[in-house]
């Protein structure tokens, strides 16, 4: 017989308030999941932030020296004063007194100016260099020798720094680097169509100098080119080598326990470490060269292998297993295995590292100030043995120099090394996204 079905009884208080404590639970957790999230989205901005800040800052300062003040002054080149035999020898020309040029020229355009001091401070208006440019100007074309010319001169530091609006004009004449004079004459100039800006070639094809206008970064990035070529070339075989040797075909002991241990150490050593290291071993000992790129390479060498072991041996841990068992399974042998099969699948990812091992290399300093590269050197290396130095070094020095003109030919060089770095690390993406396989 069918018995009545009986409405279930009204829920208990305790599950109620179970219900309740988990409920309450639940909105505590999506609170702090909400939370973390704007807590991640702060910290993402922040960063965006510091760095957008950061490079603003860098831009702003560095961007003015890509462009340099020019005078344009009416120059006579005196066959009296350049070939007064009229033979047109090259020795002569070369000896040839050009600064008088030069001062004739600006006396040219200001034939009002009297007194020694006057001249003086006219003179400074046009950098040292403008002498060397009648020069090399005339031994390209011995056929100006007695024309008459008007020529772009490149001006003194203190001239561009007041045509770029970095020197206040209203505090007294004693607490800045110009005359009340000169601003007078440069103005005039500005108001005559005398005075431009042009594009700065002397900053990439220049070495240093004590000048700033005449300072330039071809040096330090030869001497870059240099180091990093010697780094890659030593660095990268051995890297790759090491890294296949202690994946593929070393024997799990303690002695490649050992060793592996000792990779990720060097890894987080301080750079200077290697500094000393190169300093004791490559100079002290071998008796290499100080400031030589050689030397250079040698010890971001020893900074980047790490780098480069670790990241090749990650890149063959990535390779699966399948590849290296159906090789073995067609009859190759292990060498064969790792070398066709293995190797190629795992290149793009070492290549990745080493790149950025590379990159890191290429802004490094502190190894390279124990080995001497932080030394005034003014020529342009011409081979890995020649004295020189890398940019990191050489916004080093520049950052240490008084004059407003070297400031902002520091940003400029920090701008290059960047923009270095940043294509560096973007060919390693390229490449990782170019060739990286999905399993």
Do not use: C
């Amino acid at each position: 017989m069918n018995q009545p079905i009986s409405p279930s009884p009204a829920p208990s208080a305790p599950n109620r308030d179970i219900k309740t404590i988990v409920n309450a639970g639940l909105k505590r957790r999506r609170a702090a999941e909400r939370r973390f999230r704007w807590y991640g989205l702060i910290a993402i901005s922040l960063g965006l932030a510091f760095v957008v800040l950061m490079f603003a800052n860098i831009i702003g300062k560095g961007y003015p020296a890509f462009w340099q003040t020019y005078i344009q002054v009416p120059i006579k080149f005196d066959a009296a004063v350049l070939d007064p035999d009229g033979k047109r020898d090259p020795q002569t020309l070369a000896n040839a007194d050009y600064a008088a040029l030069v001062r004739t020229g600006m006396r040219q355009l200001f034939p009002s100016v009297q007194g020694r001091l006057e001249l003086r401070a006219l003179y400074g208006l046009v950098s040292s260099d403008a002498a060397y440019e009648l020069q090399r100007r005339v031994l390209q074309t011995p056929a100006l020798v007695g024309a008459e010319q008007d020529i772009w001169l490149l001006a003194s530091a203190t001239v561009d720094t007041l045509v770029k609006g970095n020197i206040d004009r209203t505090i007294d004449e004693t607490e800045r680097p110009i005359k009340d004079n000169q601003i007078e004459w440069v103005d005039k100039l500005q108001a005559a169509g005398k005075i431009e800006k042009q594009f700065n070639t002397v900053l990439f094809t220049s070495g240093d100098s004590r000048e700033p206008e005449q300072a330039g970064i071809r040096g330090a990035l030869m001497g870059s080119f240099y180091t990093l070529l010697v780094t890659f070339l030593l660095s990268f075989p051995i890297g790759v080598a090491t890294a296949v040797y202690l994946e593929e075909f070393a024997p799990k002991n303690r002695w490649t326990d050992l060793i592996e241990v000792n990779i990720n150490n060097l890894a987080a050593v301080p750079s200077i470490v290697f500094g000393l290291l190169g300093l004791a071993v490559f100079i002290n000992f071998f008796g290499l060269p100080r400031s030589a790129p050689l030397v250079g390479g040698l010890v971001l060498s020893l900074m980047t292998l790490p780098v480069i072991i670790i990241a090749g041996r990650a890149a063959l841990t990535s390779v699966p297993p399948s590849i290296r068992e159906a090789a073995l399974g067609m009859g190759a042998s292990k060498l064969q295995m790792v070398g066709h099969h293995v190797l190629p699948l795992a290149m793009p990812g070492m290549l990745t590292g080493s790149i950025i091992g590379m990159a890191r290399a290429l802004g490094e300093s502190a190894p390279l100030l124990m080995i001497g590269m932080v030394a005034f050197i003014v020529d342009v290396p011409k081979s890995f043995m020649d004295p020189s130095t890398v940019l990191p070094v050489q916004i080093y020095l520049w950052s240490d120099l008084p004059e407003r003109a070297f400031v902002e030919r520091t940003s400029a060089a920090i701008m290059v090394l960047l923009a270095f770095m940043i294509l560096m690390n973007g060919l390693a993406i390229l490449l990782r996204k170019r060739f990286e396989r999905r399993w």
